[in-house]
């Protein structure tokens, strides 16, 4: 369960940062910085590069994803952007254009 949620018809324009998981339920634009988890739900919009350490997309994310453990697409997740991670999940049904970067060190 996240910490902190950005719920439906909040806005975000600006820079995420910390070491709490984050729900995003609603719009972040910028840029998002944690040490954690950044969930974007079903509905939620992300137009920001995301460096965390695991990003899990069941909504839509325009921006390049840096990710320490892992990136999971969800069959309803859109994304465009490049990410960079050392596992990746692109579920059935989920939409991805970008690239791919595995080689983490």
């Known amino acids: ?3 902190t949620i950005i719920g439906k018809g909040i806005v975000i324009d ?8 984050v729900l ?10 944690l040490d954690s ?3 974007v739900a079903e ?3 992300v137009e920001a590069d995301v460096e965390s350490n695991e ?12 990710a ?12 465009v952007g490049d990410i960079r991670s050392p596992r ?7 939409s991805f254009k970008g690239h791919i970067d595995m080689d983490v060190e």
Do not use: F
Not at 68 to 79: C, L, N
């Open 88 to 94: 990746i999940l692109i579920a059935d049904g989920a």
């Open 24 to 33: 995003i339920e609603g719009t972040v634009k910028g840029r998002i910085q």
């Open 68 to 79: 320490s453990e892992r990136v999971e697409i969800r069959p309803v997740g859109k994304m």
């Open 1 to 3: 369960m996240a910490d």
């Open 55 to 66: 990003v899990e997309v069941s909504g839509s994310v325009t921006g390049n994803i840096v």
């Open 43 to 45: 509905g939620g919009v």
């Open 14 to 21: 600006g820079e995420i940062s910390g070491d709490a998981p």
């Open 37 to 39: 988890t950044v969930q």
